[in-house]
């Protein structure tokens, strides 16, 4: 059984390209290609550029019963894209729940700073009252102890 690197570079042999016309259409440096023909594993990024380069299918890199195991492992990442895009929406749904209850918490504290305003004036106008009414009381007391020094 040959490993991957090998392959590759029986692969491009057998085309009509060089090595360093693969690295050109790569967009890397044919000395790279060539460590390339030294790996027992290539990472998969690279063998899609190389079969790209030479107009073939990457499964083409692969025996048989790597092909079955190279489109089961695609069948999981399908599926584990899947999730994670699964994932992303109901986030995205969150997110947007959330932005919906912060301008909601920010209007709750607008109404209640003007609650506090209005609770503060109210309290002002109630010690106004209760010294008028204080006032008038002792005006009209003539037992009143502070009515002297309300009178002077």
Same mark, same amino acid.
């Given at each position: 059984?040959?490993?991957?690197?090998?392959?590759?570079?029986?692969?491009?042999?057998?085309?009509?390209?060089?090595?360093?016309?693969?690295?050109?259409?790569?967009?890397?440096?044919?000395?790279?290609?060539?460590?390339?023909?030294?790996?027992?594993?290539?990472?998969? $990024?690279?063998?899609?550029?190389?079969? *790209?380069? @030479?107009? !073939?299918?990457? &499964?083409? +890199?692969?025996?048989?019963?790597?092909? =079955?195991?190279?489109?089961?492992?695609?069948?999981?990442?399908?599926?584990?894209?899947?999730?994670?895009?699964?994932?992303?929406?109901?986030?995205?749904?969150?997110?947007?729940?959330?932005?919906?209850?912060?301008?909601?918490?920010?209007?709750?504290?607008?109404?209640?700073?003007?609650?506090? $305003?209005?609770?503060?004036?109210?309290? *002002?106008? @109630?010690? !106004?009252?209760? &010294?008028? +009414?204080?006032?008038?009381?002792?005006? =009209?007391?003539?037992?009143?102890?502070?009515?002297?020094?309300?009178?002077?």
């Amino acid at each position: 059984m040959q490993h991957v690197g090998k392959r590759i570079k029986t692969m491009i042999d057998e085309s009509k390209y060089s090595a360093k016309e693969i690295a050109e259409k790569m967009g890397t440096s044919f000395q790279n290609v060539y460590r390339l023909f030294e790996k027992e594993s290539v990472e998969t $990024k690279h063998l899609f550029k190389i079969a *790209e380069a @030479l107009g !073939i299918q990457i &499964s083409q +890199f692969f025996e048989e019963e790597s092909r =079955n195991d190279l489109t089961e492992e695609i069948k999981k990442l399908k599926g584990e894209i899947q999730s994670n895009i699964e994932t992303i929406t109901q986030l995205q749904n969150q997110i947007k729940i959330f932005e919906k209850l912060v301008k909601s918490n920010e209007t709750l504290i607008r109404q209640n700073k003007l609650l506090l $305003k209005q609770v503060s004036s109210l309290e *002002e106008r @109630l010690s !106004i009252l209760e &010294s008028n +009414f204080e006032s008038t009381r002792c005006n =009209n007391a003539p037992d009143c102890e502070n009515r002297k020094t309300i009178i002077e």
